[in-house]
């Protein structure tokens, strides 16, 4: 049995200093204690600081235990360790922000002056104009007499009293004048009978008769020279008929009437009457005959035109295309077919706008429409795909001409194929805009919309709801759709006849 009496173990490095507590383990060799004397009961303790399995002289038991306390003062810093090895070359940055517009340049020099544009087209003939007033009463002529140079006899024989010179058509026989029937038809002296008209005139006054109405002889062929005029003129006073009629061969492919205009000038022209005329109207014959067929050589824009069509008046239309059904001429709802591309310089304005095709699956039996999507202004759209890279960033390029198209941009982006978010992080500039994710090499699917701003879009804005005005105001494009007759339509087709 012994005890162990350790003193001075923990030592303060000052008084009142607040040092942080260490625990040290401490290794003794304690021997027995003594017997009698002052020291009796005490043992005798060596501390050793070199191992925990030291060795303990003869007697002497190893002990080891821990003390806890303060730490000691901060030691001296060591050297600065070598240079660790080179890292990897880092992904490359987004592209920075635009920089600022550049000075304008100096203007450039003038030019050269362009050839002269091809004259335009010859317009159309305007509507005859108002008969004038009647003009005034013109001044009397001269009287003449028997006795003042010249004396006209009952066999109407004129005398020259003043000795004259015989002008054309006359002959002078000393102081006598009389006309030269070999030159001037004198007087008519035939007559025709009831139902009958003079056809020709002989130079006796004898005259030929036919047919009241006559006719040509065919085949007819005529030039005249008449500026501003008609070369040919016929005139049908009868109600419901025709001033001139045509009809081909039975088993030819000519034409009923046929046109032909030199220069700028017009193959056929026609005027309708004052009231609702129609200036040509055609009917085709047969499943494929065409009521109006046209070919051009050379026309608008020095491209062969095979009809051309002038609207006038505040109301007038360049060209009007009614389905057969509409006037009863058939069951045909098609207005117009076109086969080829048509060309709209304006705005093409239709109650409803689909595409058509043959149904790919079953080309020899169906159709395949599908409706345009409408919307409130002319707007724009482009989509596609980008895919985010290693820090989650994607670059979309839009074409060059996108910002000098359009203006007022909107965004729609969809993940693809993971759970992650996606954000436009910088908007459309220099046709371009930047998507990020929050996980990297992420798919996404993006659309852009915007409105149009071209000069073409900004001087013909579009004006949602529109007022009826003029002929409109009261009129349906959709009559039977609101319960009203169809002769309420805006697009009431005119009354024809064949």
Same mark, same amino acid.
């Given at each position: 049995?012994?005890?162990?009496?350790?003193?001075?173990?923990?030592?303060?490095?000052?008084?009142?200093?607040?040092? $942080?507590?260490?625990?040290?383990?401490?290794?003794?060799?304690?021997?027995?204690?003594?017997?009698?004397?002052?020291?009796?009961?005490?043992?005798?303790?060596?501390?050793?600081?070199?191992?925990?399995?030291?060795?303990?002289?003869?007697?002497?038991?190893?002990?080891?235990?821990?003390?806890?306390?303060?730490?000691?003062? /901060?030691?001296?810093?060591?050297?600065?360790?070598?240079?660790?090895?080179?890292?990897?070359?880092?992904?490359?940055?987004?592209?920075?922000? /635009?920089?600022?517009? +550049?000075?304008?340049?100096?203007?450039?020099?003038?030019? @050269?002056?362009?050839?002269? %544009?091809?004259? +335009?087209?010859?317009?159309?003939? #305007?509507?005859? #104009?108002?008969?004038?007033?009647?003009?005034?009463?013109?001044?009397?002529?001269?009287?003449?007499?028997?006795?003042?140079?010249?004396?006209?006899?009952?066999?109407?024989?004129?005398?020259?009293?003043?000795?004259?010179?015989?002008?054309?058509?006359?002959?002078?026989? #000393?102081? !006598?004048?009389?006309?030269?029937?070999?030159?001037?038809?004198?007087? *008519?002296?035939?007559?025709?009978?009831?139902?009958?008209?003079?056809?020709?005139?002989?130079?006796?006054?004898? *005259?030929?008769?036919?047919?009241?109405?006559?006719?040509?002889?065919?085949?007819?062929?005529?030039?005249?020279?008449?500026?501003?005029?008609?070369?040919?003129? *016929?005139?049908?006073?009868?109600?419901?008929?025709?001033?001139?009629?045509?009809?081909?061969?039975?088993?030819?492919?000519?034409?009923?009437?046929?046109?032909?205009?030199?220069?700028? %000038?017009?193959?056929?022209?026609? !005027?309708?009457?004052?009231?609702?005329?129609?200036?040509?109207?055609?009917?085709?014959?047969?499943?494929?005959?065409?009521?109006?067929? %046209?070919?051009?050589?050379? +026309?608008?824009?020095?491209?062969?035109? #095979?009809?051309?069509?002038?609207?006038?008046?505040?109301? =007038?239309?360049?060209?009007?295309?009614?389905?057969?059904?509409?006037?009863?001429?058939?069951?045909?709802?098609?207005?117009?077919?076109?086969?080829?591309?048509?060309?709209?310089?304006?705005?093409?304005?239709?109650?409803?706008?689909?595409?058509?095709?043959?149904?790919?699956?079953?080309?020899?039996? /169906?159709?395949?429409?599908?409706?345009?999507?409408?919307?409130?202004?002319?707007?724009?759209?482009?989509?596609?795909?980008?895919?985010?890279?290693?820090?989650?960033? =994607?670059?979309?390029?839009? $074409?060059?001409?996108?910002?000098?198209?359009?203006?007022?941009?909107?965004?729609?982006?969809?993940?693809?194929?993971?759970?992650?978010?996606?954000?436009?992080?910088? @908007?459309?500039?220099?046709?371009?805009?930047?998507?990020?994710?929050?996980?990297?090499?992420?798919?996404?699917?993006?659309?852009?919309?915007?409105?149009?701003?071209?000069?073409?879009?900004?001087?013909?804005?579009?004006? *949602?709801?529109?007022?009826?005005?003029?002929?409109?105001?009261?009129?349906?494009?959709?009559?039977?759709?609101? +319960?009203?007759?169809?002769?309420?339509?805006?697009?009431?087709?005119?009354?024809?006849?064949?």
């Amino acid at each position: 049995m012994f005890s162990i009496l350790l003193v001075g173990l923990l030592v303060a490095t000052g008084a009142g200093a607040s040092i $942080p507590s260490a625990t040290r383990v401490y290794t003794a060799c304690v021997g027995q204690p003594a017997q009698s004397g002052a020291g009796r009961g005490v043992a005798a303790v060596a501390l050793l600081d070199t191992s925990l399995s030291g060795t303990c002289p003869g007697g002497m038991s190893l002990v080891n235990w821990n003390q806890t306390g303060p730490q000691g003062p /901060k030691g001296d810093k060591g050297d600065q360790g070598i240079q660790g090895p080179k890292g990897d070359k880092g992904d490359p940055g987004i592209q920075g922000p /635009k920089g600022d517009k +550049g000075d304008q340049g100096s203007q450039g020099i003038q030019g @050269e002056k362009g050839d002269k %544009g091809d004259a +335009g087209l010859q317009g159309i003939q #305007g509507e005859k #104009g108002d008969k004038g007033d009647k003009g005034d009463p013109g001044a009397p002529g001269p009287t003449y007499s028997a006795g003042t140079c010249i004396a006209i006899d009952a066999s109407n024989v004129i005398s020259d009293t003043c000795q004259n010179t015989a002008g054309f058509g006359l002959t002078l026989t #000393g102081s !006598q004048l009389a006309v030269d029937t070999n030159t001037v038809q004198g007087r *008519v002296t035939g007559t025709c009978t009831t139902g009958n008209a003079i056809q020709a005139i002989a130079s006796d006054g004898g *005259v030929t008769c036919g047919a009241a109405g006559g006719s040509l002889t065919l085949p007819f062929s005529g030039t005249a020279n008449v500026p501003n005029g008609n070369a040919f003129t *016929v005139r049908n006073d009868g109600a419901n008929g025709h001033g001139i009629a045509g009809v081909s061969g039975p088993t030819s492919a000519s034409a009923g009437v046929a046109g032909l205009g030199q220069s700028a %000038g017009n193959g056929v022209f026609g !005027q309708g009457g004052p009231t609702n005329g129609i200036g040509v109207v055609g009917f085709g014959a047969g499943s494929t005959g065409a009521g109006i067929q %046209g070919l051009g050589p050379s +026309g608008l824009g020095g491209h062969g035109d #095979g009809l051309q069509g002038f609207g006038t008046g505040a109301t =007038g239309h360049g060209l009007v295309a009614v389905s057969p059904a509409s006037e009863g001429f058939g069951t045909g709802t098609i207005a117009a077919a076109f086969l080829g591309d048509v060309t709209v310089a304006g705005t093409l304005t239709a109650s409803d706008k689909h595409f058509r095709i043959d149904d790919p699956l079953d080309p020899a039996h /169906k159709y395949l429409v599908h409706a345009a999507i409408e919307a409130p202004a002319m707007e724009t759209f482009y989509d596609g795909i980008v895919r985010t890279d290693v820090h989650g960033i =994607g670059v979309v390029t839009l $074409p060059r001409y996108f910002e000098a198209l359009n203006t007022d941009f909107k965004y729609q982006l969809t993940v693809i194929g993971t759970f992650a978010q996606a954000i436009v992080k910088k @908007e459309i500039e220099n046709n371009r805009f930047v998507v990020a994710t929050n996980q990297p090499n992420v798919r996404v699917s993006w659309q852009v919309t915007a409105v149009r701003k071209d000069p073409y879009a900004r001087a013909h804005p579009l004006v *949602v709801e529109q007022p009826k005005t003029g002929s409109d105001l009261g009129r349906y494009l959709f009559p039977q759709g609101y +319960g009203v007759r169809r002769s309420l339509g805006v697009l009431v087709p005119k009354p024809v006849r064949r």
